[in-house]
């Protein structure tokens, strides 16, 4: 099997924490853990759980460096979330989330990962995402939720 490259939101790192969606947050964090998929992070997902409790925090150094990538802050990526917010895939107040897809979308990921149903994994969400990365010269990226892309894995 392709070692995936996973972009993960601060909500996954969260989730290996919450009751909901642990199981499938830290299966696929054994995942990063044992090397069968890359850990994508960036600096903005690293600011963003600065101030989570230190159980969330600790998740990140079970990771070994060599199954991670933590992409950096971008005016790429930047560009690239301003032209989401133009077209009205999220609003003004939900650049953040619009930061993630940019940053997985300009490091060519493989996936992004999130469970935020609201401005990232949302039907209609994805296929305004997908529609302004191809006019931007961006091919399209999965987005999808741990639950989904470990379900992959085991042919459920």
Sequence with gaps: MKRLVIYTDASVIGGCEDS???????ALWQRFIQGTHTLA?????LREIQGAPEAVRKHLRDVPEQHQLVFPDSQE???L?????RHGVVGPGSRADALHVALASA???DVLV??????????????????VNIENGYGSIEIRTPREVIGDEEGV
């Design 77 to 79: 990526a930047s560009d």
């Design 20 to 26: 909901e969606y642990q199981a499938a947050s830290l």
């Design 81 to 85: 979330a301003e032209a989401y917010l």
């Design 114 to 131: 999130s469970w935020n149903f609201k401005h990232i994994v949302n039907l209609g969400r994805i296929r305004l995402f997908q529609a």
């Design 107 to 109: 490091g060519r990921t």
């Design 41 to 45: 992070l960036s600096a903005h997902t």
